[in-house]
């Protein structure tokens, strides 16, 4: 088998698992479970800390060392 043709149809292959995964992906069954993964960030309870990122926190002074 010349090694074209090896890589012609690698190539096919893989062209054809791509459109499966994204007709897979894009299928109308699929959406219940896609909303619901997207959802769970914004469903956690609060624990009570605060995860804001704050610029001015563990800064050091000018003339303090950091050891």
């Known amino acids: 088998m010349d090694m074209n043709i090896f890589r012609g149809l690698e190539t096919a292959a893989l062209l054809v698992l791509f459109v499966g995964l994204v007709i897979w992906a894009y299928s109308g069954k699929r959406k219940k ?3 619901e993964a997207a959802n769970m960030p914004l469903n956690e309870k609060d ?3 605060d995860h804001s990122m704050n610029p ?3 800064t050091i002074k000018q003339g303090e060392s950091h050891e």
Do not use: E
Request: cysteine-free; overall charge negative.
């Open 33 to 35: 479970d896609f909303d």
């Open 47 to 49: 624990d009570g800390i």
């Open 56 to 58: 001015n926190t563990n």
